[in-house]
């Protein structure tokens, strides 16, 4: 809430030209920010029998890999402004430089703390960070600061992330390199990192491209739409991803718990996804009237678009930490690569000129790509399609009954943006918590029983 409120009210200060120009350098930015913060995180989570030489060689070698990126970002920034075509660009870039070292040993760190399952701490990096980069960011906007409000905000968020790591995360680890626990460690990490930097890269790679074959104003309103409903699913991925990685890992050898538990974890994830990526598509046009105001009515449209298309990414579950705990991370690197070439290709063959062009062009994969994962998925855990429709089923439902109340609460009332939004997302919650509540015969879900958790602390 608090990333996706940063986003529309610092937007909406600058406008979409500054906001344009600093997502340029905030694109780069994340983009090398994936090789260090992402560089041991699973292997450290996976590994065995982790020992404090191999937390310690992973932290020492995370922050060496943030520190070239760091380099690599400076050097670049004035080549990155001169094709943007956005001169600013370049002190942007060079001021989130400095910070990659310190994101690549919080992500680390963070591997470490979630091996430990202390889900606070890890929850702490958003209720801290969030609140006070927003505060901070738009000081900056009310002060005229532009595309600098949009750095400050990245800055906080950074630096308040790694201090939480360094004070609170209380992980043994021997400060050294120590190149047999790297190579203990590589198996898992060289993989996995390649196929999260593909994967999470492949946004900031779109925007990329997308700044060199449009209009800033139209960057500007591509990312606000992918954001709005990034900003709320992001929650569902990390958060059953974080339930799910140490779940898998620590099942490793149980075939038949492992299977469960995947389907438990499939189920918890399409319940919490599939109500969220309808309800923004179905809701957008008020949203963006709403917040936004009719500068951007574009972001509805292609809010819409990519909305409707991510319900089905839902079906499938968390295959990034099945393929990680069954010891497969390569395949993860083939479905970031096609994850990623599928969007840039129809971005290249087509060139879009509208918002609604370039949402379509990004919502190419997730037509694409769910039956093939699907499929993956079902064949590695030796389960049936109608066993994994059965577990989401009440995600599917429940999901129909809230797509059914909001467009015929929009047909018969005509009330203003803000009202009407309000009235459908109240209905449209309590519709479908009442059917999927009904589907689950009035119990929680599975993946998060007392005793699915105690078999996972196990």
């Known amino acids: 809430m608090f990333s996706l409120l940063s986003m529309l009210v610092i937007g909406r200060v600058i406008g979409p030209e500054a906001t344009g120009t600093g997502m340029v350098a905030i694109a780069a930015f994340m983009l090398l920010d994936v090789a260090g913060a992402t560089l041991f995180t699973d292997a450290v989570v996976q590994h065995p029998r982790l020992t404090p030489r191999h937390a310690g060689s992973a932290l020492i070698g995370a922050t060496l890999a943030g520190c070239v990126a760091a380099l690599i970002l400076a050097a670049g920034a004035p080549l990155l402004a001169s094709a943007a075509d956005a001169p600013g660009v370049t002190a942007l870039a060079l001021s989130l430089a400095p910070l990659l070292p310190l994101s690549a040993f919080a992500g680390c760190a963070s591997g470490l703390v979630l091996r430990q399952q202390r889900f606070k701490l890890l929850a702490a990096r958003v209720m801290l960070g969030q609140p006070l980069a927003l505060a901070v960011g738009l000081a900056l906007a009310a002060q005229g600061y532009g595309a600098w409000a949009m750095i400050g905000n990245q800055v906080v968020a950074t630096i308040t992330i790694f201090l939480l790591m360094v004070c609170f995360g209380r992980f043994t680890a021997k400060p050294a390199i120590d190149r047999a626990s790297l190579a203990a460690l590589w198996p898992i990490a060289g993989p996995q990192v390649l196929a999260v930097f593909v994967m999470v890269g492949r946004y900031r790679l779109f925007l990329l491209a997308l700044g060199l074959v449009t209009t800033e104003a139209v960057l500007a309103v591509c990312h606000f739409a992918f954001r709005m409903l990034d900003a709320a699913l992001v929650m569902v991925w990390q958060a059953t991803s974080r339930i799910a990685m140490p779940r898998l890992c ?209």
């Open 250 to 458: 620590a099942l490793q050898g149980d075939d038949h718990a492992q299977a469960e538990a995947f389907g438990d974890l499939a189920q918890l994830q399409a319940l919490l996804g599939m109500p969220l990526a309808a309800g923004i598509a179905l809701t957008a046009p008020d949203l963006v009237q709403a917040l936004l105001g009719p500068a951007w009515y574009q972001t509805a449209h292609a809010a819409q678009i990519v909305g409707l298309s991510a319900v089905i990414t839902f079906i499938h579950g968390d295959t990034t930490s099945l393929f990680v705990a069954r010891g497969k991370p390569k395949r993860n690197v083939t479905v970031a690569a096609a994850a990623t070439i599928i969007p840039l290709t129809a971005l290249a063959i087509f060139q879009p000129a509208t918002p609604a062009g370039v949402a379509l062009a990004w919502a190419s994969q997730a037509l694409i790509m769910p039956p093939i994962l699907t499929w993956m998925a079902l064949k590695e855990v030796n389960r049936s399609v109608n066993w994994l429709l059965a577990r989401i089923a009440p995600a599917l439902v429940a999901t129909g009954a809230l797509a059914a109340t909001v467009i015929a609460l929009e047909l018969t009332l005509r009330l203003s943006p803000m009202a009407e939004l309000i009235l459908a997302a109240a209905l449209g919650a309590a519709v479908y918590g009442a059917v999927a509540w009904m589907m689950l015969r009035g119990r929680l879900p599975r993946a998060l029983s007392r005793r699915a958790s105690m078999i996972a602390a196990e």
